[in-house]
């Protein structure tokens, strides 16, 4: 199948830094990129939508200057979580698509932040 | 937000015994895919059914769809200790988003 990496795979960062999170599809292009957040023992939420080339579309609740998303080009979205908090930590995925709705979604491994 | 639930929250079962996840959801689909996840780790995909199948197979897996009733179930048969993860509902909703369920966690004691 479809591969997707995420870079860095763990992170480690203090409070009031920003941290950048790289999702890439490696053998395909994504025309829309996802990207979800998961605390300790919950499920995946997701954080906002990225087509190439436009503004993302975040989901309720989410702030979109404090998760800023650019979807640059079709095989590379990035996250940047700006002022981070200890409440930011968590374990981000990022997810991509090829096309039209109902293909298959291919999902990054992750990405560990640790807020300190 | 969440796409739906998934019941139960949490299943312990002896190895060799067969283990049932139910996923519920609201809105129309394309399909469902079932994702199984180990603590602290990535994603593996396990099965997607598309909305216009009813049951799908896959080794040990078999997946049902009603979408009248807007559920799926996965069942796992013969179950192993490496069974044992988390194992959640997906669902590709006509508006291009994937959204999870709340998942269940499955401990297969050996």
């Known amino acids: 199948g479809a591969v997707v990496s995420q870079h860095p795979s763990r992170v480690i960062c203090k409070s009031g830094t920003s941290v950048k999170i790289e999702c890439r599809s490696l053998?395909?292009?994504?025309?829309?990129m996802f990207w979800y957040r998961q605390f300790p023992k919950q499920s995946l939420m997701l954080m906002a939508t990225s087509n190439e080339g436009s503004k993302a579309t975040y989901e309720q609740g989410v702030e979109k200057d404090k998760f800023l998303i650019n979807h640059a080009s079709l095989t590379l979205s990035t996250l940047t979580v700006t002022s981070a908090h200890p409440e930011d930590s968590s374990f981000y995925i990022c997810?991509?698509?090829?096309?039209?709705?109902?293909?298959?979604?291919?999902f990054g491994p992750g990405t560990r932040l640790t807020v300190t | 937000s969440q796409q739906g639930e998934e019941d139960p929250q949490a299943l312990s079962i002896q190895e060799g015994e067969n283990a049932t996840m139910n996923c519920s959801y609201k809105t129309s689909i394309n399909n469902l895919q079932w994702y199984r996840q180990n603590s602290g780790r990535g994603l593996v995909h396990l099965i997607l059914i598309r909305s216009n199948e009813r049951e799908k197979h896959s080794g040990r897996l078999r997946v049902t769809l009603d979408t009248s009733k807007k559920s799926s179930s996965l069942l796992i048969t013969a179950s192993r200790a490496a069974d044992t993860a988390s194992y959640f509902c997906?669902?590709?909703?006509?508006?291009?988003?994937?959204?999870f369920g709340a998942g269940t966690r499955l401990t297969v004691k050996p």
């Open positions: 997810s991509a698509k090829n096309g039209l709705a109902g293909t298959e979604q291919y």
């Open positions: 997906a669902t590709d909703a006509m508006n291009n988003d994937m959204r």
């Open positions: 053998d395909f292009q994504a025309t829309t």
